[in-house]
């Protein structure tokens, strides 16, 4: 079955960085868009980044630009996320997301348009 496994997470003090990982199994990895949601208590699930297919376009949510960069291998079936300058209000449970919906590189990954979810991550940014 799919399994999308992040790792990564954990306590950092604001101004600091984090890379989360995610590694992607049972599924052809080169054919889904990928992205990182975040979620909060009591607050929606939230947008983050995505990255295309081939992993030439990315496209960031306004709180994530200039500052977290996402990628992917699509060798090692993984996608990551590179978090600099963290914020206390990055602190959330970080989740990998892939989509076989074709289309949407260049706007926020809709969270119908998900197939797959890991389980998540914490990332804790202390001030």
């Known amino acids: 079955q799919v399994q999308l496994v992040e790792s990564g997470g954990g306590l950092v003090q604001a101004g600091g960085s984090l890379r989360l990982s995610c590694a992607a199994s049972?599924?052809?990895?080169?054919?889904?868009?990928m992205a990182w949601f975040r979620q909060t208590p009591g607050k929606e699930r939230e947008f983050v980044a995505r990255v295309n297919r081939s992993g030439v376009i990315t496209y960031y949510a306004d709180s994530a630009k200039g500052r977290f960069t996402i990628s992917r291998d699509n060798a090692k079936n993984t996608v990551s996320l590179q978090m600099n300058s963290l914020k206390p209000e990055d602190t959330a449970v970080y989740y990998c997301?892939?989509?076989?919906?074709?289309?949407?590189?260049?706007?926020?990954?809709?969270?119908?348009?998900?197939?797959?979810w890991g389980q998540g991550t914490q990332v804790t940014v202390s001030s």
């Open positions: 997301a892939a989509s076989g919906f074709a289309g949407g590189s260049m706007r926020n990954m809709a969270q119908s348009e998900v197939g797959y």
């Open positions: 049972g599924l052809t990895f080169s054919a889904y868009s």
